[in-house]
């Protein structure tokens, strides 16, 4: 079958000669429907996130179940599906409360497929175990795929600060890519708080605006967080979500987050951040969650059927995937682009 494959830092083939893989014990093969394609592979392919292992890219899967080991009793073939990104040990505490995404033992093991293991860039995927699927009835898996992380990951950061996001205050979203613009939507339906929305072109800030932000301010504005400012008053913003987590973004997030807010810190851009007392207001809770559980991914399949998410995806083939990633690196792709075999 073909693959998109890592094969190590900068090199990413796509192949033709991968056997499909049969399922075994409690093991599942889907034949694939998407794979999202997220900012994160850059820095697996381009930073060193990953090293040491040869494997098939793509971690926000979804399609169809083609055939079941025979420990599967629950799934049938052809049941549309999502597959959970943060593969855990399924046994400690965290991964039996469905916190895969938090597994005792993440530093042992490859983070899923896609990242280190066998990912869904793939005609097939071979899902290592029935309790990583989530049944998604009558949504396509083509348009479904990014709900496992674009819409997974911005959706736990939220909920963590869902007590904080009354009516009478501000949230501001740094970055409104494959991640920020589905962030957006989540606030929209869940919150009661004013939505700011950052990034660096019109053409973004004009995409928040129509995805429910009240105000976008350019974070290339050497005055943004001034800007800023002057929306939220003297209260500041009481939640910061930075989609980027590169110095700058981290920096503006320290100069627009009010005392006892939440700064959040999704990106995964490198950025250096050195704490000085004056330099965040006192009580602010600063987190750097990873990805979403379960069942929280389950939430996030109940927004989408009810319509409240909606997200932008642009198709491709699974031999553009080079292409994909050229585009990806320079901020040409609108909402996620999405692998169709
Ligand atoms: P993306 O490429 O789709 O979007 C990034 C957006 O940020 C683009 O719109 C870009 O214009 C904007 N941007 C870049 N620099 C900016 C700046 N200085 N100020 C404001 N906006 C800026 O990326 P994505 O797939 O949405 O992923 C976003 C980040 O989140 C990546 O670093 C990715 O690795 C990370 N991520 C983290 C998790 C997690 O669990 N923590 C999960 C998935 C992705
Ligand atoms: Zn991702
Ligand atoms: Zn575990």
């Known amino acids: 079958m073909k693959a998109v494959r890592f094969f190590g830092h900068k090199d990413v083939r796509v192949v033709n000669d991968l056997e499909i893989p049969q399922p075994q014990g409690d093991e599942v093969l889907l034949k694939i429907g998407g794979a999202g394609v997220c900012h ?13 292992a040869v494997f098939t890219l793509g971690h926000e899967n979804a399609g169809w179940v083609e055939a079941v080991g025979p420990a599967v ?5 052809g049941e549309a599906v999502l597959v959970y990104g943060p593969w855990g040990c399924g046994h400690c505490k965290p991964c039996q409360q469905s916190k895969e995404n938090y597994c005792d033992h993440q530093s042992e093991q490859a983070f899923g497929g896609g990242l280190g293991l066998n990912g869904g860039m793939a005609e097939y995927m071979l899902v290592p175990s029935s309790r990583l699927l989530v049944p998604i009835f009558d949504l396509d898996p083509v348009i479904a795929a990014p709900l496992t992380d674009a819409a997974l990951t911005p959706y736990a950061a939220i909920k963590r600060s869902l007590n904080k996001l009354m009516p009478d205050e501000y949230v501001v979203v740094i970055g409104i890519g494959g991640l920020g613009h589905v962030a957006l939507q989540i606030l929209r339906e869940m919150s009661g708080a004013t939505i700011i929305a950052c990034d660096i072109t019109a053409d973004r800030l004009a995409f928040a605006k129509s995805l429910g932000a009240a105000h976008v301010v350019n974070s290339k504005d050497a005055d943004a967080a001034t800007q800023i400012n002057k929306i939220t008053g003297i209260k500041k913003a ?6 980027v987590g590169a110095s700058p973004t981290i920096e503006l997030g320290t100069k627009i987050v009010g005392l006892d807010g939440d700064l959040t810190i ?6 250096l951040f050195q704490y000085n007392m004056m330099g965040l207001p006192f009580g602010v809770n600063m987190s750097n969650p990873y990805w979403g559980s379960r069942t929280e991914l389950m939430e996030v399949v109940g927004l989408a059927r009810q319509k409240k998410i909606h997200i932008e995806i642009e198709k491709f083939k699974l031999d553009q995937a080079l292409e994909v990633y050229d585009k990806l690196r320079q901020g040409k792709i609108k909402g996620r682009a999405v692998l169709v075999p």
Do not use: A, M, R, T
Request: proline share 0%; net charge negative; hydrophobic share 35%.
């Open 238 to 243: 009481k939640v910061v979500l930075d989609f």
């Open 266 to 271: 999704i990106g995964l851009g490198g950025g």
């Open 40 to 52: 994160s592979d850059l820095h697996v392919i381009d930073d060193g996130v990953v090293s040491g």
């Open 73 to 77: 009793k629950d799934y049938k073939k």
